[in-house]
């Protein structure tokens, strides 16, 4: 899986949007981009992926650069529920078999 | 419905004892994964399972710790001999079959040693 590279911090006011960067510009032509996040004192939940067209569901947005070597997670009114850490992942299709490879993603930090 | 399970949620443990964390699954789910997570870090593979069968331990650290799941349901992580190195949150993680992308996971147990 290609590797990705993440800004350490960033912080969001409530209510606005929050854009979290992510890097991937050694991903292979059929490997997809995962978002997932961990809140304090929980596990990581899976928040979208996509593949090159942009996506969007109930929690977040992912828009993928046309090169598809970056990426940029979405949440459009960011609440002090999404303060997290964020990890971009890329994976190959069916990797079902393999582990989730995680690096130190994002600490988001909304503020109200 | 009941998400992944983890138990307990904290453990301490002294240096050199035997520990066992239990991780009960999404029912009917085929794959699982046990993580270790060092603070400040994002988890780290440790083992897989697909059903009963033991796929991949190349994450395992140390000939110490062992993983189990017997009926291809609940399975067990035990670490032997417990050391300092060994305090981290434990994570487990399930998804319905082989090929689903989505992994589902639990709380994860936190595990200090002393």
């Known amino acids: 899986d290609a590797k990705t590279t993440q800004p350490t911090s960033m912080d969001c006011a409530e209510g606005r949007a929050a854009n979290l960067p992510c890097n991937h510009s050694?991903?292979?032509?059929?490997?997809?981009v995962y978002w997932y996040r961990q809140i304090h004192s929980q596990g990581p939940q899976y928040i979208i992926h996509?593949?090159?067209n942009n996506e969007t569901n109930e929690m977040a947005s992912l828009i993928i650069t046309e090169d598809r070597k970056s990426s940029t997670l979405i949440l459009p009114h960011a609440t002090l529920r999404d303060t997290a850490v964020y990890y971009c992942?890329?994976?190959?299709?069916?990797?079902?078999?393999?582990?989730?490879?995680f690096g130190k993603g994002t600490r988001l930090s909304v503020i109200a | 419905g009941a998400g992944v399970s983890q138990s307990p949620r904290y453990k301490v443990a002294k240096r050199g004892q035997d520990v066992a964390l239990r991780c009960d699954p999404i029912?009917?789910?085929?794959?699982l994964f046990w993580y270790q997570q060092a603070l400040g870090q994002g988890p780290e593979f440790l083992t897989y399972?697909?059903?009963?069968?033991?796929?991949?331990k190349s994450g395992l650290p140390s000939d110490r710790f062992f993983a189990e799941r017997p009926e291809g349901s609940v399975s067990t992580l035990k670490i032997q001999r417990t050391q300092q190195e060994d305090s981290a949150v434990y994570l487990c993680?399930?998804?319905?079959?082989?090929?689903?992308?989505?992994?589902?996971f639990g709380p994860g147990t936190r595990l200090t040693v002393l």
């Open positions: 993680a399930s998804t319905p079959y082989g090929s689903y992308n989505e992994q589902f």
């Open positions: 050694t991903i292979s032509g059929n490997e997809y």
């Open positions: 996509g593949l090159k």
């Open positions: 992942i890329v994976r190959a299709p069916n990797s079902g078999n393999t582990p989730l490879v």
């Open positions: 029912s009917g789910h085929v794959s």
């Open positions: 399972f697909q059903n009963e069968a033991q796929l991949d």
